[in-house]
């Protein structure tokens, strides 16, 4: 049987498996998530009552914040909802770009957990562990605009059982679209701003006719690079939104649509070395073709190009024509059902559907030599051409019975995924053109070529008792997670097969524990004060991707090491306080974490090869980490158009053993008692708002402390502070025109430049030259301006 032929017959496998699932939900329960973890303070997305800057979580049995569309209008409209967080305490959400959407730049932490320990969904479909280069998901951006966010739900400690994720040691996010509107509406807006930027959203809203009613939207968004790079720097994206929605007594009906095209040109990851020699604005050398050339010649010195060394500070090493372009084509779907069976007994059913089309083109210093034997029209040129597929179907349903002082969920969710990673190169490059394509033809030659077949099957169970007229609430229960990686090293589509020193390996990996418990306690000590506790034992799958999964190694060393490697694992308890009464909001909340098994890539390579097995990267567990922690936040309505919110956090995240750090030969480091890198110790934030008049403005800043990229913590940078600001006014209704709305966004309002996201790929024992290239430069200030209307 051909390859084509069993990813058919799987598929096919995969359709019945689902049409079965659909017919049969009434008898089949499975994982919810919005249902069991809602949060009582949030409004309606639709009343136009959202004014709250967030709420606390009241009545859970976990510290939980709510995000509410309201929290945007700070940042410019578009801005990615995860980067949009970073106010909340506990987290720290990073972008080189002003609305968060780059892919490789956007990364969050949280209680130092980072972005893929954590769990993701969207409407309670699972959006996968965030990761660049994603195996299994998607980011928010790619699947929601951001006008049509309902809300966003964050655990920031424990997600709590019903989330589909095999990702969360940490918290969770959970993220609800809006609703299509009772009332046939059309919205409209129009932002410009710095870089060149320009975005454009449109959404169309049926209204409801007989228990029907849908919105269709999309956006259009393209921007330039902030830095020292004037030719082939411009990123787009195309997206498009639709959801259908039908009501009746008993049952509710949803589809939902999303069609993401992005297309991101991409900017260098810098070392300290860089950064003193370079500045923050280091970028390529397009569109000096001649002048790139001449430096990839001192490298490649078989081609009748002249080698012109880099001129100092410059190093022949940081030279690059662009920093190449990123791709991504995703197309994503559910059908979901909510059916009230008998008073008390509900069933929610949902299958989902997304495939991904991904790749990363650069021009990197090789041979070129057109494929002929004549050697003057040889260029020290070739084309890196890395591509991605995702092709995964899933099943939720779950079962909610009331009865007495019970509330019994019990939950299933099933995923099949097929993904890919290859690793191309192309030596006929003649000059240089754009890279913000998919390249067609025939690749030359192929580095690696790895497809991955992935099962997850997760089940849980809970049951919540209410006592004492719901002053006192006990939740407890459990989950079962499988999730199978069966890895294989295919031959792919370029002319010469990859040569076994270069090539993934073939292996399986099982991650699997049948009982992860939880239990909660909520407690109503009085009118407005409330206590909590919870404790949860919680596993992640093996991780996939080409530069983060531990299959991704030379089969040598898959061999040795495979059969050796433990799933990581967390224990995590918390508990707290809160005061919600009138207009004061206070949530404070302490935790202790013990993450178990950590698996960490031991690299020998440069940093700017993190991906090459040929270097003699491997992947071990390397013991555990100990996070102790405090987080407060405080809301003050102090007049009906003033709020003021502060939060605060302090995360000692700690290793508990000294490395052994073992390439060519093992060293002893001493990174006991160190601190976690990316890891800031304390955190603060403030948001000022007010809205009076049709008048709205608001003022946030953001305090990190230090962050260490070295596990030895030799090497750090310091403390930041940032702020962003909002303004607009609202000029009312008048003729057809509804709610005209002009807006001014300000990002990094002081022009604060710092170290952004770290690559967490190519974190390292030490660095004492600064060479390791682990951060993006934070972009400057910036500024836009919107022209919004409904009709």
């Known amino acids: 049987m051909t390859e084509f032929s069993r990813r058919r017959l799987r598929h096919a496998h995969a359709y019945a498996f689902l049409m079965a699932s659909a017919a049969l939900v009434s008898l089949a329960p499975a994982a919810h998530a919005q249902t069991a973890d809602s949060t009582s303070a949030v409004a309606d997305a639709d009343s136009g009552s959202d004014a709250t800057i967030v709420v606390v979580g009241s009545g ?8 509410l569309p309201s929290n945007l209008d700070t940042l410019p409209p578009g801005t990615s909802v995860q980067k949009a967080l970073n106010f909340l305490p506990g987290v720290m959400a990073q972008s080189i770009d002003a609305l968060g959407v780059n892919e490789q730049s956007l990364s969050l932490q949280v209680r130092g957990f980072n972005t893929t320990h954590l769990g993701y969904t969207l409407d309670g479909m699972p959006l996968g562990d965030g990761a660049y280069n994603n195996y299994n998901g998607l980011t928010i951006s790619r699947a929601l605009i951001s006008e049509n966010l309902g809300r966003a739900d964050l655990a920031t400690g424990i997600a709590g059982l019903a989330i589909p994720s095999t990702s969360n040691l940490g918290g969770a996010l959970t993220y609800v ?8 509406a059309l919205a409209v807006s129009q932002t ?7 975005r454009t959203f449109v959404r169309l809203d049926t209204g409801e006719h007989g228990g029907f009613s849908a919105y269709v939207s999309g956006q259009y968004v393209e921007q330039d690079l902030f830095v020292n790079q004037p030719a082939y720097n411009k990123s787009t994206g195309k997206q498009f939104n639709a959801k259908v929605q039908y009501k009746a007594d008993g049952i509710k009906i949803t589809a939902f649509a999303d069609v993401s095209r992005t297309n991101q040109a991409d900017d260098a990851y810098l070392s300290k070395d860089m950064l003193n020699r370079l500045g923050w604005d280091w970028g390529g050398y397009a569109p000096n073709w001649q002048r790139y050339l001449g430096v990839a010649a001192c490298t490649v010195t078989t081609t009748p190009t002249k080698c012109a060394a880099a001129p100092a500070p410059q190093k022949n090493a940081d030279v690059t024509f662009t920093n190449g372009q990123i791709l991504r084509n995703d197309n994503l779907f559910y059908l979901s059902g909510d059916f009230e069976l008998a008073k008390g007994l509900s069933v929610h059913t949902q299958v989902y559907h997304h495939n991904d089309k991904g790749a990363g083109n650069n021009f990197i210093a090789g041979l070129s030599n057109q494929g002929t034997s004549s050697t003057a029209d040889d260029v020290p040129v070739q084309i890196r051409d890395t591509r991605y597929t995702i092709d995964r179907t899933g099943v939720l349903a779950s079962l909610n019975w009331q009865i007495g002082f019970n509330e019994l969920q019990a939950g299933l969710w099933v995923e099949d995924n097929t993904s890919s990673a290859a690793r191309y190169i192309w030596t006929n490059v003649t000059g240089p053109f754009s ?3 998919y390249l ?10 790895q497809e991955t077949h992935w099962k997850t099957q997760q089940f849980f169970v809970q049951d919540t008792v209410r006592l004492f007229d719901d002053a006192l609430s006990v939740d407890f229960g459990f989950k079962s997670t499988y999730s199978k990686s069966d890895a294989r090293a295919i031959r792919g589509v370029a002319a010469s097969a990859p040569p076994a020193s270069s090539q993934f390996a073939s292996g399986v990996l099982v991650a699997k524990d049948n009982f992860l418990p939880e239990v909660g306690v909520h407690w109503n000590v009085a009118p407005g004060h409330e206590l909590f506790a919870s404790y949860a034992e919680n596993m992640a799958m093996f991780q996939g991707g080409f530069k983060l999964g531990p299959q991704s190694v030379s089969q040598a060393v898959w061999d040795a090491q495979g059969k050796y490697l433990k799933p990581e694992t967390s ?7 809160r005061y919600v009464s009138g207009p004061l909001q206070v949530a404070l909340s302490g935790y202790y974490v013990k993450f178990d098994n950590r698996l960490l890539q031991y690299n020998p390579c440069p940093t700017n090869q993190q991906q090459n097995p040929g270097c003699g990267n491997s992947f071990h567990n390397a013991g555990s980490v100990t996070s102790k922690g405090a987080e407060l936040g405080v809301l ?12 605060a956090s302090y995360n000692k995240s700690t290793y508990d053993e000294n490395l052994n ?3 060519t030969s093992c060293v002893v480091k001493l990174t006991a008692g160190k601190q976690q890198v990316d890891t800031p110790k304390t955190m603060l934030a403030s948001v000022l708002t007010v809205n009076k008049s049709g008048f709205s403005a608001s003022l946030q800043g953001k305090y990190t402390g230090r962050r260490y990229y070295t596990y030895t913590n030799d090497q750090s940078f310091g403390p930041v502070t940032t702020f962003d600001f909002g303004l607009s006014y609202d000029y009312g209704s008048f003729a057809y025109v509804q709610d005209l709305k002009l807006s001014l966004n300000v990002t990094n309002l002081t022009n604060k430049r710092y170290a952004s996201n770290f690559d967490s790929s190519v974190f390292a024992p030490d660095d004492a030259a600064g060479t390791v290239l682990v951060f993006h430069a934070s972009a400057p200030r910036q500024a836009f301006v919107t022209l919004s209307a409904g009709f």
């Not at 859970?60 to 995000?67: C, E, H, K, N, P």
């Not at 679209?177 to 046939?184: G, M, N, V």
Request: with cysteine; net charge positive.
């Open 661 to 663: 750090w073992c390439t």
């Open 192 to 198: 410009v701003g710095s870089e060149s930027s320009l």
């Open 60 to 67: 859970q049995t976990r510290s939980v914040s709510t995000l």
């Open 435 to 437: 890279l913000a394509q």
């Open 177 to 184: 679209s809006r609703d299509p509107s009772k009332d046939a």
């Open 636 to 647: 003050w309505k102090a007049a009906p158009w003033l709020s003021w919110y502060n939060s």
């Open 440 to 449: 067609k033809g025939q690749p030359n030659t192929a580095q690696w070529v």
């Open 571 to 577: 224990k995590s308890v918390e508990g707290g306080y």
